[in-house]
């Protein structure tokens, strides 16, 4: 027996097999029936890719070779593009080719040139189109327009070169069976006849393959489809330890596809691809694994940032990163290729929980084994014993650890096996994953980017456009609704500018809608800058310019001023639930139509001014958002033209130590995945916003909890810049207190406060410069249910730090009443209750279960909930806790409460009104006595209402 330590595997080169104890026998007989194998691929859509395109042009190669070259890394068998409908379908949109029923402009977009790229690299590559939104000009989102519109966009991929292989008719939007029925006689009639019709690309859990049921009573809805595709059937976003099929989807005899597994962010998302790679087949018979995104190439203010095989979202400095996730992928696709077979029985589980594969070449006596050990609970030694005319040259072994961070044990070769008598022996050990396989020429690429993830877009930034190709996208700028293009200047401006293009409401997806809006720059930007941009209206309306952009969700939050045709202008405030805060508006000289004006915004610290033509327009006082990047919104579907866009500095931005010369600890951290992150302590100094720390909450670490950096040597420090999560996950820091060190043992107290509950970057100025190595934050109160420590970024400043964020509010802490009435010992009732969200839930102690009024069948408000306190109290107050999972609906904004002393008459005491997110409510009320107090919910978010947990207050002895 040889051991090979780098990937603590033991193959059995040395002793015949038999020799060795088997755990574990697997019979790989060539003469075995399976499923043919369809692929590994990946899915460029919702404007995932759109940052790639700028990237240098080295690193760009270096990317897609990652992504497409043989024996390299991924080597991905199919490539699923988004047809573009304008539309935000997820992290942004993608052009349409077709924005009337009479144009088609084949040049639109940047996904031919992805095709075109991946062509390059791996001529056998198939293709998969499919649509999320549609234009704003279908008669119906299912109409005979749909089937225009995909056949014009096939013969836009015939005058590129490229045959398509697979083409849906809707991503995520039901499935009309006639429109697969008339796109399947569509592509007959018009010559794409070896096109595969795949359906339904939908997520609908538990029912997955729901379009099979309907497919068994409708044999022409089922000739219509060669290919069932469905989403995330492994279960969304989770460690993907199951696989799901239906008898019906089984029964039909057609490939089935994961046709969109979302990878989850590209490190932590290895183990649950690793384990669908093979428990897709074993599990559900599924043959084709495509994964959403194919890299995290958008703005990294996006919540789902990282999301992908691999990163790169920093164009400007070349950095990219490789995850293990590409060498998950590679332990497949480098070692077989479309048409391969599976071998059903050589396919199953080990006794210790193993997962393994095997497939064999249609063609030659080649065979490939791929094994995954996460969920093992042991080392195993598995006997292979191989018949059936397959080959008994030495098998090839190679492994990668996913229980390490480093990717340097990723994809190692390991030594062959060799055949003895048929058999081999192979020792496999938890965490890993194997490829076992008589083939060769498989290698891993070494490329790397030698940028610090932490190099910032330098500002000062301009583009005039003149360099941008007539209809082209301009550096850097991403669309998240609409379509914007370089265009000849209007009037008579020469050169280039920056057009939004279309002109009528497209069909959105999923309910994501905004005016037509494009964005550019470093979301990390420090906010002490002016941005300006010349701007002309085409067409009546209004025209918008934002600054210190920190989130973008289906929302642009950050500072915006608006001016309109007829001189109205407004300033005002988004945040990431899209919410706008008005800070000031007025009115000016007309802009009308057909003329340039100059909209600008100036940031100084807190100090934020709106600017048309060089005059002030006004000048507020807010620190909902201190750093971010800019964007340009025009009204909806309005025609709007800009040019000579300009970011200068404003005032000095702080020198912060980098990141890559420290290390973080902390009292404690959420390390396992969590919807496809984890929240380690390491996240906090990794320059990028999408990821964070966050103390322990499952379960909940109590604060106060502590995040220390040790700095690499001592230095003169000024203070802390903290970012909280861009998203709209609890725990904001709301109390702080920074401690600095200079042996990590002894600690002293610099700065304590409080800080304002928003999601901008906020400031801990030191009194005076300290010499210190370790600087440590400590969260003494934080938002959220529970109620971790959140940091997305900590910076330490060397140089002077003004404050930012402080609280100034007036309030101070939250109401701190005498005494609240034991839940134990009160009930509660509702006037309506969804199953599984009964009234008890609001009293139960734990704030991520909750209250809801039916919405299956729908009951609208206003619905009471109603408290008996067990007792009669001088009740005094009402804290009202709203649901807590990201998702809005049923928060409450209107409400009465009333209180009563027998539980038939009661009086109200308090009504108001309660924002619609997710902070701790509060209502207080004079000293009542009564044992019944009754929360009347007249209005909530979206026409529902809920309560995650309902506290009373009360001032009895």
């Known amino acids: 027996m040889v051991t090979v330590p780098t990937a603590a595997v033991t193959v059995g080169a040395q002793a015949p097999a038999g020799q060795v104890a088997a755990d574990h026998v697997v019979t790989i007989d060539g003469g075995d029936s399976g499923r043919a194998f369809d692929g590994v691929g990946g899915v460029s859509a919702g404007a995932s890719s759109r940052l790639l395109v700028d990237y240098p042009e080295q690193e760009r190669d270096e990317i897609l070779d990652y992504l497409f070259a043989p024996a390299y890394g991924a080597a991905l068998d199919v490539l699923k593009v988004e047809i573009g409908g304008d539309i935000d379908s997820t992290a942004g949109a993608e052009a349409s080719h077709m924005r009337s029923p009479d144009e088609v402009d084949c040049s639109r977009g940047y996904e031919w040139w992805l095709m075109a790229e991946a062509q390059e690299r791996n001529p056998d590559i198939a293709f998969y189109g499919l649509p999320w939104g549609a234009p704003g000009w279908f008669e119906e989102y299912w109409s005979a327009d749909r089937i225009d519109y995909l056949m014009s966009w096939m013969d836009c991929a015939k005058q590129h070169g490229f045959e398509i292989d697979y083409l849906g008719a809707a991503n995520e939007s039901g499935a009309d069976r006639d429109s697969y029925v008339n796109l399947r006689n569509a592509l007959d009639a018009n010559g794409y006849s070896d096109t595969d019709v795949v359906a339904s690309d939908n997520h609908a859990p538990p029912d997955y393959w729901f379009v099979a049921d309907q497919m068994q009573d409708d044999p022409e809805f089922a000739d219509a489809v060669d290919v069932l595709g469905e989403h995330d059937v492994c279960v969304w976003r989770t460690e993907q330890r199951t696989c799901h099929v239906s008898e019906a989807a089984l029964a039909l005899d057609k490939p089935l596809w994961d046709s969109e597994n979302s990878t989850q962010d590209y490190v932590v998302g290895a183990q649950p691809l690793a384990r669908a790679m093979n428990r897709h087949y074993i599990d559900a018979q599924v043959t084709g694994n495509l994964n959403w995104a194919l890299l995290g190439a958008w ?143 498989q290698a891993k690429g070494s490329a790397q980017s030698s940028a610090d993830p932490g190099e910032q877009l330098q500002v000062p930034y301009t583009e005039d456009f003149d360099d941008v190709d007539t209809g082209g996208l301009a550096p850097y700028f991403s669309d998240v609704h609409g379509g914007f293009e370089a265009v000849p200047c209007a009037g008579d401006r020469e050169g280039t500018c920056y057009q939004q293009m279309v002109t009528q409401e497209p069909m959105s997806w999923h309910g994501h809608s905004m005016s037509p809006t494009t964005m550019v720059g470093d979301p ?12 002309r209206m085409l067409d009546a309306g209004y025209v918008e310019l934002a600054g210190r952009v920190d989130s973008q969700q289906h929302a642009v939050a950050g500072y915006h001023v608006q001016v309109t045709h007829d001189g109205e202008w407004r300033l005002y405030s988004q945040d990431v639930q899209g919410e706008d805060t008005e800070l000031a508006s007025g009115e000016t000289a007309p802009p009308g139509t057909n003329s340039w004006h100059r909209l600008g915004l100036r940031f100084r610290g807190e100090t934020v001014t709106a600017l048309l033509d060089g005059e002030e327009l006004a000048t507020v006082e807010d620190a909902s958002h201190t750093t971010g990047q800019v964007g340009l919104r025009v009204s909806g579907w309005n025609r709007a033209q800009f040019d000579d866009l300009r970011v200068t500095p404003n005032g000095p931005a702080p020198r912060f130590v980098p990141h890559s010369q420290m290390t973080a600890t902390a009292t404690s951290e959420h390390a396992g995945n969590d919807a496809g992150h984890t929240y380690t302590v390491d996240e906090a100094i990794d320059d990028r916003l999408w990821s964070e720390w966050r103390s322990e909450y499952a379960p909940p670490a109590p604060l106060p909890q502590s995040i220390t950096l040790d700095l690499g040597r001592t230095r003169q420090v000024h203070g802390v810049a903290y970012t909280p999560p861009v998203t709209r996950a609890p725990g904001l820091i709301t109390s702080y207190e920074v401690y600095t060190s200079q042996d990590g043992h002894d600690f002293a107290q610099v700065a304590s406060g409080r800080w304002d509950e928003t999601r901008a970057t906020k400031t801990a100025p030191f009194s005076e410069p300290v010499k210190a190595r370790y600087v440590r934050l400590q969260a003494t109160e934080a938002t959220g249910c529970p109620q971790p420590a959140t940091v997305t970024e900590l910076n330490v400043a060397t140089t002077p730090l003004a404050e930012l964020g402080a609280d100034g509010s007036g309030d101070g802490p939250a109401p701190e009443f005498p005494a609240v009435v034991p839940r134990a010992e009160m009930s509660a009732s509702a006037t309506s209750q969804q199953p599984g969200y009964e009234a008890d839930k609001a009293i139960d102690g734990d704030c991520q279960t909750m209250w809801h009024q039916s919405f299956d069948p729908y009951e609208a408000p206003p619905q009471s909930i109603t408290f008996d306190l067990g007792d009669t109290y001088d009740t005094s ?81």
Request: charge should be negative; avoid cysteine; charged fraction near 20%.
């Open 299 to 441: 703005y990294d203010n996006f919540p789902i940032g990282g999301t992908g095989l691999m990163l790169a979202d920093r164009p400007w400095s070349g950095y990219y990163e490789v995850g293990p996730s590409i060498w998950v992928d590679a332990h497949t696709t480098q070692f077989t290729d479309p048409g391969w077979r599976y071998l059903d029985g050589a396919s199953d589980y080990t006794p210790a929980g193993a997962s393994y594969v095997s497939l064999r070449s249609p063609e030659t006596d080649d065979y490939t084994v791929v094994i995954e050990t996460l969920d093992s609970t042991t080392a195993e030694t598995l006997t292979f014993d191989v018949t059936g005319g397959l080959s008994t040259d030495p098998v090839h072994v190679w492994s990668t650890d996913l229980e390490t961070a480093s990717t340097e044990d990723d994809f190692i070769d390991q030594e062959s096996v060799d055949v003895h008598d048929g058999s081999f022996d192979v020792t496999v050990e938890p965490g890993h994953v194997y490829t076992l396989s008589t083939t060769a020429g």
């Open 524 to 535: 990390r930007w420090w906010g002490n800058y002016e941005v300006g941009v010349d701007a």
């Open 877 to 957: 107050g009402l804290v009202y806790e709203p649901r807590q999972d990201g998702n809005r609906n049923g928060m409450i904004t209107d409400y009465e409460i009333s209180v009563s002393s027998d539980g038939e008459t009661f009086t109200e005491v308090q009504a108001g009104q309660w924002a619609a997110d997710d902070t701790t409510k509060y209502a207080e009320w004079s000293a009542t006595a009564a044992r019944y107090v009754r929360l009347h919910a007249l209005e909530g978010f979206n026409g529902h209402v809920s309560a995650a947990e309902v506290g009373i207050a009360h001032t009895s002895e």
